[in-house]
């Protein structure tokens, strides 16, 4: 069993950056591949980036590719999201997860955390 806690977020304005760290916990982290998924208000779960579990791998959403970077560092049991040039269109919660393989469907992902806010104003 994975747990996984994402923080990191918070209110940045247009053109800013953040970082978004997910601490796994209670299960073999270099397993997993991670990935991260957003939901706007008013809109479903979105794929934002995914990362394969030696970091050999990633995939990006086109919405976000060449503003966010995903990473991880098996060593500390963490995933991030680099995001950068912040758009009020980010504007969503934020959710980390780890599955088997890397993919951009949320039904492959087993582990979810609990979301972090992230607001962009415009």
């Known amino acids: 069993q994975v747990q996984l806690v994402e923080s990191g977020g918070g209110l940045v304005q247009t053109g800013g950056s953040l970082r978004l760290p997910c601490a796994a916990s209670?299960?073999?982290?270099?397993?997993?591949?991670m990935a991260w998924f957003r939901q706007a208000p008013g809109k479903e779960r979105e794929f934002v980036a995914g990362?394969?579990?030696?970091?050999?791998?990633?995939y990006y959403a086109d919405s976000v590719k060449g503003r966010f970077t995903i990473s991880r560092d098996n060593a500390e049991n963490t995933v991030y999201l680099q995001m950068t040039s912040l758009r009020p269109e980010d504007t969503a919660v934020f959710f980390c997860?780890?599955?088997?393989?890397?993919?951009?469907?949320?039904?492959?992902?087993?582990?979810w955390g609990q979301g972090t806010q992230v607001t962009v104003p415009s």
């Open positions: 997860a780890a599955g088997q393989f890397l993919s951009d469907d949320e039904g492959r992902y087993e582990y």
């Open positions: 990362i394969s579990w030696n970091g050999g791998m990633t």
């Open positions: 209670g299960g073999t982290f270099s397993g997993y591949a």
